[in-house]
């Protein structure tokens, strides 16, 4: 297998063919995306769809560094970033390279992320300038769903200026990417033709240097509800429990385990 894509490769793709990435959280879901991923993204909104937390605000560096852990076990190809759960790196620049150092060490990945724009810059670059290669996020940053009031569309009207001002600034300060969340298409385009890095889309635009879903709302897994930017690829939350139902009905019909499933009491022509 190739080895894996670093944050320069992903930094170098700034204007090719678009970056293809999701969410991942466990083994077995990263060893089916990775040879079709630029970079996986270990996000903190494991804590909702995995850990049914109700925001990403419960999520702690422990949790991020047990997922980590079990993506990099199923990776060979893609390039794994891991985010910066809530409260690990707002202080300052200090606390941050302490954790996304741990973040770092203790998982393999390549790369972390946080949430912020302007406000994030100095710490990006404290970061960036001690080995740690960062992509930012800006746009709608679930972290702070309570300042925001809600998960909103962000940048519309007299909020784009601010967003774009966002963009420039981390990457002024170092950041190989950002990742730009629920922004007006028209901005996102604007902002993919001012930076030099690679832009990230969820609920931005076609146009950005990549895209970015989690990968439970796009395979169907996570029903509660779908953001208008999501497309469903598949719909296995349903699959699942259809398959899960027939299973019910043939264990209380005695038709599972069939012959098939059961030991006999010798071992014959060398089955097992
Ligand atoms: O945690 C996450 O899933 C994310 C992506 C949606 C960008 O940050
Ligand atoms: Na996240």
């Not at 790369?111 to 100095?122: P, S, T």
């Not at 966002?166 to 730009?180: I, Q, T």
Request: include cysteine; aromatic fraction near 6%.
């Amino acid at each position: 297998s190739s080895p894996a894509l670093t944050a320069g490769d992903i930094r170098a793709r700034k204007g090719g063919t678009p970056l293809v990435s999701l969410t991942c959280y466990t083994t077995p879901m990263a060893r089916v995306m990775d040879t079709h991923c630029d970079f996986v993204l270990v996000g903190d909104s494991v804590g909702m769809v995995l850990h049914g937390l109700p925001s990403t605000l419960g999520v702690t560096m422990e949790m991020m560094i047990l997922h980590g852990q079990a993506v990099a076990r199923g990776l060979t190809h893609a390039l794994m970033v891991v985010d910066m759960p809530f409260a690990s790196y707002e202080e300052g620049p200090q606390q941050a390279f302490r954790n996304a150092a741990r973040l770092m060490a203790e998982t393999g990945a390549g790369a972390v992320k946080l949430e912020g724009g302007l406000h994030m810059a100095e710490t990006i670059a404290f970061l960036t300038a001690r080995g740690i290669p960062v992509m930012a996020h800006i746009g709608l940053t679930p972290q702070s769903v309570n300042t925001l009031g809600g998960y909103k569309v962000q940048g519309r009207d007299d909020q784009a200026a601010a967003v774009l001002a966002d963009a420039r600034a981390v990457a002024e300060a170092g950041a190989f990417a950002v990742v730009l969340e629920k922004i007006p298409a028209s901005l996102a385009d604007r902002i993919t033709a001012e930076v030099p890095i690679p832009t990230i889309g969820i609920g931005a635009s076609a146009g950005c240097d990549g895209q970015v879903l989690v990968v439970d709302d796009m395979l169907g897994l996570f029903a509660e509800f779908k953001p208008k930017f999501v497309k469903r690829y598949a719909d296995l939350a349903q699959r699942a429990e259809a398959a899960i139902a027939e299973y019910a009905s043939d264990v209380r019909a005695r038709s599972f385990p069939g012959p098939e499933h059961v030991f006999a009491d010798q071992v014959k022509g060398g089955s097992k």
